[in-house]
């Protein structure tokens, strides 16, 4: 069963615009990935955030996780065309050394 | 590009063929893993392996058998297999099985049409 649900499903945005997915997961995790999908490609990793920690930054990523919530959200600021992809939401669960994935979701930035 | 290479990228098989997919890496990644993926839905976990042994099978029928013949290498070989069984299979490794500070690298996956 998948751990995290995703929200929005899809979301469709302008050039330059930031968009904003969050996921939301059931279990207690060691950490929470992020990933990225092209269509018909493999994932693509991107960012990682550790139980113990609260928001991480990487270029025009930010990601907070809020434990108590079980909930995470990653923000991608000043959109491009080339982000328009899957986004996959991805837990590390405490037991059992596997990476479950949340249900994606879709971004389209429209130039 | 992807540092983990899946071959072939495509492939149709009939419900009686036997087929194998393989996947390669050269990134000194001690875990390998299988995921299949259907259209419009996430990743799941099918098989992992740590340092060439099978450490998960999550249930997966018998017709698929995966295989490790060494650190780069991973294969999945696929016999009398269902329509259903149509999905884009991914590969991916890691620097260790549990993923605490391990991201996955994955290939670009095998997109298998089975008729």
């Known amino acids: 069963s998948q751990q995290g649900e995703e929200d929005p499903q899809a979301l469709s945005i302008q050039e330059g615009e930031n968009a904003t997915m969050n996921c939301s997961y059931k279990?207690?995790?060691?950490?929470l990935q992020w990933y990225r999908q092209n269509s018909g490609r493999g994932l693509v990793h991107l960012i990682l955030?550790?139980?113990?920690?609260r928001e991480k930054h990487s270029g025009r990523l930010r990601v907070t996780l809020d434990t108590s919530k079980k909930s995470s959200s990653l923000l991608i600021t000043a959109s491009r065309a080339a982000d328009t992809a899957s986004y996959f939401c991805?837990?590390?669960?405490?037991?059992?050394?596997?990476?479950?994935f949340g249900a994606g979701t879709i971004l389209r930035v429209k130039s | 590009d992807t540092e983990v290479t899946q071959t072939p990228k495509h492939l149709v098989m009939g419900m009686t063929n036997k087929k194998s997919l393989k996947c390669e890496q050269h990134?000194?990644?001690?875990?390998m893993y299988w995921y299949k993926q259907k259209a419009k839905k996430p990743p799941e976990l099918m098989f992992v392996?740590?340092?060439?042994?099978?450490?998960i099978n999550e249930s997966v029928p018998s017709r698929f058998s995966p295989e490790c013949p060494n650190s780069s290498l991973l294969n999945l070989h696929l016999h009398a297999l269902q329509p259903e069984d149509s999905a884009l299979y991914l590969c991916?490794?890691?620097?260790?099985?549990?993923?605490?500070?391990?991201?996955?690298?994955f290939g670009n996956g095998t997109r298998l049409t089975v008729t």
């Open positions: 991916a490794s890691s620097l260790l099985q549990g993923v605490y500070n391990s991201p996955l690298h």
């Open positions: 279990t207690s995790i060691n950490n």
């Open positions: 955030i550790r139980s113990n920690e």
């Open positions: 991805a837990g590390a669960m405490e037991y059992g050394n596997k990476l479950v």
């Open positions: 990134m000194g990644h001690r875990a």
């Open positions: 392996y740590s340092y060439e042994k099978l450490s």
